[in-house]
């Protein structure tokens, strides 16, 4: 009796690795292109939030301290460059155009936010720092968000739009033009 149990046991794990190969083939041909995608909706959304609450809102950024060499801009050249990448970008992240590029940027905006905005004003240790990570700010800063954001524009950075993207469709159709 122990024999047949354990060969139906063998036989159970074999074909449920094989069904989970099969599913796993299956999400590997089919839906490539859905992972960056997904991405760059949940940024573009964010950015796009965040360019029109300043097109909407005043500019508080003379309140500022900016790093170097952000903060020889006057604050209104540095409110509408961040204003107009942060409307911008999102855009092409959704049609996918030019994603690496607007990754970029949006990397480099990112980090001059957490340096101006988010960084906490002073600590004196890894404890203190880490109190920052948080979405609200209780006086230690509150970088969470934009460190966030700053990995899924990484992660756009290096794996590039996608199949589901303008890019994609620029370079099957422009393909030939470069062998």
Known sequence: MNN???THCKTLHANLLRFF?????WFAGNTTGFAPLSLRLLVAYEFLDAGLEKLHGENWFA???FPFPFNLLPPDISWGVSMGLEIIAPIALIIGFATRFFSFALIILTLVAIAAVHWPAEWHTLTELWQGYVITNQGYGNYKLPLMYLFMLVSLL????GQLSFD???AKRFN???K
């Open 63 to 65: 309140d500022l301290s």
């Open 176 to 178: 030939h033009l470069v």
């Open 158 to 161: 290096l794996s590039g739009s």
């Open 4 to 6: 047949i149990r354990a």
């Open 21 to 25: 190969a099969k599913v796993s083939c």
């Open 168 to 170: 994609a469709w620029l």
